[in-house]
């Protein structure tokens, strides 16, 4: 690419910010993991920038679509309405609060230790749970938490929601990590998250912590949202350049975006989910990267107003994958490219109404395009389109 001012660049990496021109905002709390590799929060429309809890390398801004955690006492695992069963051979699960550091750092994880003895059925149970009713069915459904082996080895953890196919295993290991189950087009107004013993589903004793439970509608977690007596939404973020700021920049016959993120959790598994999004803030028209989840390829999507559209993909990285994409358009071809890999695509684009982007943005009214829920690292525009090669090239050192 010749050397040239990008029109538009935010290096979320290293400037370690959100700043003008972009209008952000995100009306309520986010966690996100600070540069110390602990959990931390920042407040209603401030930015957050989110850090690899394990390398503390730089993550840029967490990006999220809207989310409820519609289960009450998100870390009060001895208070009503969560509860304790026990089944067959099991014994009364042992709830210890304030047993550990957290991954926030306080000291308010807890202690959970159950035994359903010699029992090897399905019957044979010591666990914990709490019931969700309410629910519009049919839904799609991610319970999760936070747990850590206490023992100092690996332990077998039964953990589920109530209609989880045959139930769930995780493995508890000597550090912390979130673990969840997505659950599709459940059929059900009733849900629960369960978590202890469970024979053939996990070993016959548990000596864990656990931290910070969840659920919420959809298919992949998103960052921790606390509750106590009542369920919490958490807002989506959005990032918008708009007005003079973008016509200014906007050349409508030809440029190049970049866009280097990371999905953190899993890739989303609804088609559409976009990043680096032109439109006129009114429809799903304009210039887009997208997931095509049910085809496993993300895309390079030039789409006129009248749902003519001009596209070229590549197959989905795994999630954790740093992701560098290149995009090139003019009226009559995309080229794209995504970590070194490239795909072009030409065809006829007819008008598009284009008068803003939405460097990340939940769904604008009457749009079928939601949002990438990702960390992103950078983005960028030129006022110029490269060809497939230098796409491709820059992909790798951008």
């Known amino acids: 690419m010749p050397l040239m001012k990008p029109a ?54 967490p990006n999220e679509q809207q989310s409820t955690n519609v289960l009450l006492r998100s870390n009060a695992f001895s208070t009503s309405p969560w509860d304790t069963l026990v089944l067959g051979t099991g014994t009364a699960p042992t709830l210890t609060p304030n047993a550990g550091v957290a991954p926030d750092g306080t000291a308010t994880a807890w202690r959970l230790q159950c035994n359903i003895g010699a029992g090897t059925t399905t019957g044979d149970q010591s666990r914990i749970f709490q019931d969700v009713s309410g629910l519009a069915s049919p839904h799609d459904l991610t319970p999760s938490i936070w747990i850590k082996s206490n023992t100092g080895v690996n332990q077998s953890v039964y953990f589920r929601n109530v209609t989880g196919v045959g139930g769930s295993t995780v493995t508890a290991t000597p550090e912390w990590r979130r673990v969840w189950i997505p659950n599709a087009a459940v059929a059900t107004t009733t849900e629960s998250i369960q978590i202890g013993c469970r024979g053939t589903h996990s070993q016959g004793s548990i000596d864990v912590l656990i931290w910070e439970a969840q659920m919420e509608l959809g298919l992949m977690p998103t960052s921790n949202v606390h509750t106590d007596g ?151 525009w030129y006022p110029y389109a490269a060809s497939q090669a230098e796409c491709a090239a820059m992909s790798l050192s951008e």
């Not at 920038?49 to 394990?54: G, N, Q, R, V």
């Not at 866009?259 to 210039?287: E, Q």
């Not at 999630?319 to 994409?325: E, F, L, Q």
């Open 230 to 380: 009542s369920t919490v939404t958490r807002a989506a973020t959005s990032q918008i350049i708009s007005g003079s700021e973008f016509t200014s920049r906007y050349n409508p016959n030809a440029m190049t975006v970049v866009a280097k993120f990371v999905v953190p959790y899993a890739w989303p598994t609804i088609n559409g989910r976009g990043l680096m999004w032109f439109n006129s803030g009114t429809n799903a028209r304009g210039i887009a990267l997208v997931a095509a989840v049910e085809n496993g390829v993300l895309s390079a999507v030039q789409r006129d107003d009248s749902g003519a559209q001009i596209t070229a993909s590549l197959p989905i990285p795994a999630a954790g994958t740093v992701c560098t994409a290149l995009m090139s358009f003019t009226p009559a071809a995309t080229n794209f490219a995504l970590n070194g890999a490239s795909a072009a695509a030409s065809g006829s684009r007819g008008v598009m109404t284009i008068d803003r982007l939405h460097v990340h943005e939940s769904r604008a009214s009457g749009s079928n395009l939601g949002p990438l829920n990702c960390a992103l690292l950078k983005a960028a």
């Open 8 to 61: 538009f660049l935010a290096d979320y990496r290293n400037a370690r910010r959100v700043r003008p021109p972009i209008a952000f905002t995100r009306n309520s709390l986010q966690s996100y993991a600070g540069p110390l590799g602990v959990l931390a929060q920042v407040a209603a429309n401030e930015p957050a920038i989110t850090f690899d809890a394990a390398t503390l390398a730089c993550l840029g801004t």
